[in-house]
């Protein structure tokens, strides 16, 4: 892989198609290629693909990423392994084709989306191009049959992401030399040309470090006051035992019966006060966090529009050099 290409991430579910575009981008096979396709989960790759391809005379690296999005849990070393991948690349990342099934948009893909956001960053979305797999011969013969597909959470994105969207053709419905499989890649390759700047490895590693920072104070936090809970907890229950031993002796004629039973429920009641206060804190701690992270992504934004803007004041005088 040569560090000093662009970078081209495939990501999605696992079983989404994102394997097979990129075959089909390689011009290669696309149940036999480069990438290994599967849409077994249990032995589906937890390493990236990498391969090279070439758009319009410029070299990029392509990678494909292990299932990251997967219901399951995702480990660290699955996402340490892409981070690890991008940040090998000193250009940056191009283009992020986001490969999904078009009947499955649902809330866990939209999950995907926030995925996406969290792991690269908020920046990241301003270089998704969304690609549609597993669609019907209609749907790939005539955009406008898939745009007349979308629910309203499809507009939404698409509209979020500036309408870049492509279909990855189905090789059994037209085969590679056909005339509309070349359409369909050739309308994704040429978003990836047009694809303004690149996001860089400096942003991903301070997108990296921020949610880092965020998830051991979150932790700290969660663990703090869990700790306060379980003290307070400890100390209402010798309270009420003591106090229930000492009326024991005081009144030693109180039924045996009913006794335990007023606390019980007493100590129950007291219990479940507790448990809704550090529902309570907890949540309070997430608005909070959520306000912060909610500054993080304008800031970051706003890092991201202006290095954009350095890129075309560069990309003009190199221009203006050049005449």
Known sequence: MNVANPVILLVGKTGSGKSTLGNLLLEEPHD???FYVSADMEFVTQVCGTATITIDGINYNIVDTPGIFDTQKVTDEVFNEIARMVQKCAYGVKAILFVFEARRFTDEQMNVLEGIRKFLGEGAINYIIAIFS???KAQISDRNVMRKAWNQPVRSFINEIENRWGISP???????????????????RAFISGMRGVYTTELLEKSRQEQEKARHQQEEEERRIKQVYLESLKNETRKESQEAFKRQLEEPNWKHEVKPKCEEDLRRQKQKEAEEQFNKSIEKMRQEQKVQQEQNRQDRENAVNKFKQMMDSMQQNFKKQQE
């Not at 419905?173 to 499989?181: A, L, M």
């Open 32 to 34: 036999d290629g480069t």
């Open 134 to 136: 597993h669609t019907t």
């Open 170 to 188: 189905n090789s059994d419905y037209f085969p590679p030399d056909h005339s509309i499989h070349k359409a369909r890649l050739g309308e994704i």
